[in-house]
């Protein structure tokens, strides 16, 4: 079999799985669960087996048309692309999708809505894999499109909780503000360069002897860029991914590690030489990389919710590969895109096991109940290997792409043509490292911070002392499902070995070295551990002060629910119990020592969803009210009169109708009489 074949059927089992799934999963419930697992498990094994022969040489291209579009030079075709980035891309999308739908047969395994959930997890993973293979731009947006309705229907899989119906909406109508313009730069960059193919756009771009330049690379690049935003969550357009953390711990795994956020970032990565085309286009990039890397470390340590910890986490580390995108490398974008997705959902998935265990999903209540290690060994080990490779703390995996990042962006600072064929500003250079320094600090912080109180807190309130009805203090739970805890170790294998593979991943990419550099090693590592030293400090110092306070109670669940059941009261209760999702008012927490008078802002996002309600909601709002009046008020008077005239002359009408002969001859004879005088009167006047 050919390995365009192969790489064919990578996608095409996913959705076949998805399929059947849907149509068996009421009729044949024995079949979901395989019907979810060996599809998905299958293309993983296929995706490697194209890797394996591809082997990072020359890409591997094949194509059939499947319509016109009234110009015969730009026809839609089912074409795929397969070079080093796409066919490593697409091993970590069908292995993390994999490990997500093993892990929900013990997550969700008594859960009604299982079958349409595992179907639209598959289905979410074929999109995301033609997205990966796909060399044409109409395709690639069909599963760029797919994806985001999947993404509703997972995210709001809770739907009876009003954190996730809303969540779900605004996940779609975010990513969608985006999409509008991300279309339109579709269409323009094919009607300039004469085709929806991929990589005759960049060869022509790329090639010296073509010739060939962009009219308005500025615009397109621009309206790309904006649809990336919404897809990657950057910022502006992120403050839907922390609010997605209401669907279920695996699909917050799925998404975050290897689809829809990365999406974006592999579609810049593909079509780099449209953005270096522009050097706006890349300063755009930068700020907006620098903007997200800092301002969502910041809210981050503010977080008590643990998921959007880990949320606002992903929008930091997906502002590192759009910072690398910047300083044009996108060998480094997409070495930290794979790194981040085998620690990412590792991080994600012992997170539910986490939930389980503590029976909420805050940070405080965690702290202040004390023994999750104890009951959750396997959550704990794994976790604090893959907060390790987020802090960048070597050797494990997020320190050598991270490191790959900043060594791009001082390479484009201090030498910024690099031999390319488009040169970086030098000040996109210097944006994109200053703020990846200032980010690892900020990001070896938080880590911290969520290891120390999930892990570490004191345990202030013993079982049964000082408990407000209905709260819980750490109950015996029952163990988590064996499957859940064999996923997660089976993550934390490549989360330690992947970046070691720095060395060898310039041949499957562009050939530009990955490895570490001594000045951003040392910058980046000694920022991370002064980070790790101060956190751990104001822990200390904020455990002590709040010793003598009142503790606070975990979220009520079930002791012998299941994990998905724990999770779905945590959400539900957990404005109830603690305020705002976003922060618990607890004394004990560092980062409210640490940001001091910014911890409220940066809790609420820095008050960007406010922003939108005041710029663009509430004047549309407004502007509907208007029209409603308008149509009730003017619009339908006119209609209500025009019908109560009909209704008067009918009534009157209807009043002559007596059915009285004698009435009917008298008025024929006053007429009659009526109109001989009229006449007489005419005849006189003539």
Known sequence: MSTTTLAVLVPLLPFLGALAGLLLGRRAPAYVRPLAVLPTLTS??????????????????????LAPTGNDALPVELALHLDGFAVLVAVLVAAVASCVQIYSTGYLR?????????????????????????????????????????????VGHY??????????????????????????????????????????????????????????????????????AGKSAQFPLHTWLPDAMAGPTPVSALIHAATMVAAGVYLVARLLPVFTSSAAALAVLAAMAAVTMVGSALAALAQDDIKRVLAYSTVGQLGYMTGALAVADRGAAVFHLISHGVFKALLFLAAGVLIHAAGTNSLAAMSRTGGLARRAPDAYWTMTVGLLALAAVPPFAGFFSKEAVLAAAEHAALDPAGGAAHAVPPAVGWTVLLAGLLAAALTAAYAARLWLLAFHGRGFADPGENTAPGENTGPARTKQPVVMNAVLWALAGPTIAVGLLYGALPDWFDGRSLAPTLTTSVLGTGLAAAGIVVMYAAWRHSTATAAARAPLGAVAAHPEAEPAVSEAEAIATHRAAYGDIAAADDPADPGRLLLGPLHRHAARGFHLDALYAAVAVRPVLAAARLVRFLDREVVDTYVRGAAGTARLLGAAVRRVQTGNVQTYLGLLLAGSLVLAVAAALVAAGA
Request: net charge negative; with cysteine; glycine share 8%.
């Open 159 to 228: 739907w009876e909780t009003a954190a996730a119906r809303s969540a779900s909406l605004k996940a779609f109508l975010v990513t969608k503000l985006g999409d509008v313009p991300f279309v339109i730069g579709i269409l323009a960059l094919a009607s300039e360069a004469g085709t929806f193919r991929i990589s005759t756009i960049v060869t022509r771009l790329t090639s010296p002897l073509s010739g060939f330049e962009l009219e308005h690379p500025t615009v397109i690049a621009l309206l790309l860029l904006a649809g990336v």
């Open 110 to 154: 008594d859960d009604p809505r299982y079958p349409s959930y595992a179907a639209l997890v598959s289905l979410f993973t074929a999109a995301m894999l033609l997205v990966v293979y796909s060399d044409d731009l109409i395709v690639l947006l069909v599963g760029w499109e797919v994806m985001g309705i999947c993404s509703y229907f997972l």
């Open 44 to 65: 993983a094994a296929l995706a490697a087996a194209v890797a394996v022969r591809q082997g990072g040489e020359g890409a591997l291209t094949g194509a059939t048309r």
